[in-house]
């Protein structure tokens, strides 16, 4: 059984938090929320964050640590990337640190294992990006990836995901 209570923080440093990153973008808050749920090893958040939403991160539990990238043009911009554990955000940096934004398979590759999308979608999303799925659109949107035909997984994850977005509405 799911347990699909929904309890905001009664701890106001954590509640201050969250609305903080809400104030700024509702994704932002969801992602935090996923992240620190462990639904997700890692997330990436691709603007730029100031000291203030750097700290809001960490008063939800979660380590931070800037990435520097460069668009196709060879502009150089930081993201950020936010964790429970500071291990899987040195594997992203370790690949990703100063390497241009692309979306070849290797990357999409290495994406999905750190932000925690099942294995079999990134597979096909790969073979064959947005492929025609039966999954109900108003769910896929609420996901950070493009669900396989057929998928085993996303099911399994999806009434966690419905859970924490139900959540980061409450805040
Ligand atoms: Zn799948």
Not at 27 to 32: I, P, Q, S, V, W
Not at 153 to 159: D, E, G, Q, S
């Amino acid at each position: 059984m799911v347990n699909n209570t929904i309890q905001i923080e009664s701890d106001p440093t954590t509640l201050a938090a969250v609305q903080h990153l809400k104030a700024i973008d509702f994704e932002l808050a969801y992602l935090a929320l996923l992240t620190r749920e462990g639904l997700k090893p890692i997330s990436r958040w691709e603007k730029v964050l100031d000291e203030a939403a750097l700290e809001a991160l960490r008063e939800v539990g979660l380590r931070t640590r800037p990435v520097h990238r460069k668009v196709r043009s060879g502009q150089a911009f930081t993201e950020t990337v936010f964790g429970n554990t500071a291990a899987y955000l040195e594997v992203y940096a370790q690949y990703f640190d100063g390497l241009p934004v692309d979306k070849s398979a290797e990357t999409v590759r290495v994406e999905g294992f750190l932000f925690g999308y099942p294995p079999c979608c990134v597979a096909q999303y790969i073979k064959h990006p947005y492929a025609p799925n039966e999954f109900p659109g108003h769910k896929q949107e609420i996901l950070f990836h493009w669900t396989c035909e057929g998928c085993v997984l996303t099911p399994l994850l999806m009434p966690h995901y419905e859970r924490i977005y139900r959540l980061t509405q409450q805040y």
